[in-house]
């Protein structure tokens, strides 16, 4: 069974830094490539970013290209994302999502339960 | 990367069909064949109703349906039930590995 679990959200202070994991399994982690989706409270989704199977290419959101660092490390089946000087707008739920085993790769098919981040003074 | 344009919320009635649009460009939308749409009940994770603009993952009901013409998407649940209330979704690939959400619909069933 494939599962996604997210950690590292907390409290922070405006320009802050967190660091969010999500730790993969059921599947071959190093096969997927994988995103970050965020939602802030009462608001709607947001794609945040993008990184491949082997971390060869890397995407961002405009919103947090510059602060925001996606990476994995395939040997800990683990996503993680790195996140400075951090803004009240950044108050979000993230999720790390995989694409459907069959598709061209352009969904969301698995979630985790997502971590809360949240960013006030 | 502005968000995709949904309608705030629509309703209908038990074994009604509803439609909900997602408008977005000649760059997301209407570039590729690669619309999803998501279903997210309250305080839970999204769940995939549709990829590739028309296409039905495993164990979705084929009450839920997918079509797109131009730089307009649709989702259209026939059938309505109590349990289809709920906010939905769409989300279209924009070109180099990025992706653009919709602002969300919320479904009510009357």
């Known amino acids: 069974e494939v599962q996604l679990v997210e950690s590292g959200g907390g409290f922070v202070q405006p320009g802050g830094s967190l660091r969010l994991s999500c730790a993969a399994s059921?599947?071959?982690?190093?096969?997927?490539?994988m995103n970050w989706v965020r939602q802030a409270p009462g608001k709607g989704l947001e794609w945040v970013s993008y990184?491949?199977?082997?971390?060869?290419?890397?995407y961002y959101a405009d919103s947090v290209k510059g602060r925001f660092t996606i990476s994995r490390d395939n040997a800990k089946n683990s996503l993680y994302l790195q996140m400075n000087s951090l803004r009240d707008g950044d108050t979000a739920v993230y999720y790390c999502a995989r694409e459907l085993p069959y598709s061209y790769g352009y969904e969301f098919y698995y979630w985790g339960q997502g971590t809360l981040v949240t960013v006030s003074s | 990367q502005s968000a995709l344009t949904q309608p705030a919320s629509v309703s209908g009635s038990p074994g009604q069909s509803i439609t909900i649009s997602c408008t977005g460009t000649?760059?997301?939308?209407?570039?590729?064949?690669?619309v999803s749409w998501y279903q997210q009940h309250p305080g839970k994770a999204p769940k995939l109703m549709i990829y590739e603009d028309s296409k039905r993952p495993s164990g979705v009901s084929n009450r839920f349906s997918g079509s797109k013409s131009g730089n307009t998407a649709s989702l259209t649940i026939s059938g309505l039930q109590t349990e289809d209330e709920s906010d939905y979704y769409c989300c279209s690939y924009a070109g180099t590995n990025t992706f653009v959400f919709g602002t969300g619909t919320r479904v009510t069933v009357l």
């Open positions: 990184i491949s199977d082997s971390s060869s290419t890397i």
């Open positions: 000649s760059s997301d939308v209407g570039s590729y064949n690669l």
């Open positions: 059921g599947f071959t982690f190093s096969s997927y490539s």
